[in-house]
C-alpha cells in the first residue's frame, strides 16, 4: 500500500465514513447473489463498514478488514463488532472463503504489486469462489488532487494481470462512473471474477 494514501484515509477516517453511496448496493446485491447462503467473504478496505453490514444483515459470515487502523476502528464503532487491521500483502489464508469483496481499495496498491495481491487473494479463495473489486479507469499509475495513489488501470491490463495471478472461470469488467471523495466523477471499472473449481 502507498504510504501517503494510507495516510490519508487514517487522517480523514470520520470524514470518509460519512459519506453514503448507494450505487455500489446494486454490485453488492448482484455478488451476494452467486454466493450460499451463509458462505464465508472477506472483506477488503470496509471503510466505514456500510457494506459490512448489508453482508450481515444478509445472514453472511464476514471477515471484514481495513488497512487503516483509525478505518477499522471507525467501522468496530458502526458494526458494533470487531474490524481487524490487514494490510493486502498480509493475507495468508488458503481456500478460506467463498467471496472476496475488495470495493474501491485495490485501487490504491502500485501498479508493479498489483499482481502478487492477486495472488494472494485467488490463493485465499475457495474453488468456484467469486471475487470482485473496482478500479479508476486509466493506463498508468499516477495520484489524484488529494495526492492518494491509484494504479489506474485499462481492461486489457487489468485481464492480463488478472490472468498471471491465477485460473479464472470467468472474469467480467463493467465500466461506469463514480464520484469520488473529492467530488469528481471518474471512470470506474468493476471486475467480478470466479475461480476456477
Known amino acids: 500500500m502507498d504510504e501517503e494514501t494510507l495516510q490519508f484515509y487514517r487522517r480523514n477516517a470520520e470524514a ?6 448507494i450505487s455500489r448496493q446494486v454490485r453488492l446485491t ?21 457494506d459490512t453490514a448489508a453482508m450481515l444483515a444478509r445472514g453472511f459470515d464476514v471477515r471484514a478488514t481495513d488497512g487503516s487502523p483509525e478505518m477499522a476502528e471507525v467501522a468496530s464503532k458502526c458494526l458494533g463488532r470487531p474490524v481487524e487491521t490487514l494490510l493486502f500483502h498480509e493475507l495468508d489464508e488458503v481456500e478460506a472463503f467463498d467471496g472476496v469483496w475488495a470495493n474501491a481499495c485495490l485501487l490504491h496498491v502500485p501498479r508493479d ?5 492477486l495472488v ?15 478500479y479508476k479507469e486509466g493506463d498508468t499509475g499516477g495520484r ?11 481492461q486489457d491490463w487489468l485481464r492480463t494481470t488478472y ?25 470506474m471499472l468493476f471486475v467480478v471474477a470466479q475461480k476456477s473449481h
Open 16 to 21: 470518509y465514513a460519512g459519506r453514503e453511496i
Open 30 to 50: 448482484a455478488f451476494l447473489a452467486q454466493l450460499p447462503s451463509g458462505a464465508a467473504i472477506l472483506e477488503l478496505g470496509c471503510g466505514a463498514g456500510g
Open 113 to 117: 504489486e498489483l499482481a502478487s495481491i
Open 120 to 134: 494472494l487473494i485467488w490463493r485465499a479463495l475457495k474453488p468456484g469462489g467469486h471475487f470482485f473489486a473496482s
Open 144 to 154: 489524484d488532487t488529494l495526492h492518494r495513489y491509484y494504479n489506474y488501470p485499462s
Open 163 to 187: 490472468a498471471s495471478a491465477g485460473s479464472w472461470n470467468s472474469l467480467a469488467i463493467e465500466r461506469g462512473d463514480v464520484r469520488g471523495f473529492d467530488n469528481k466523477m471518474a471512470p
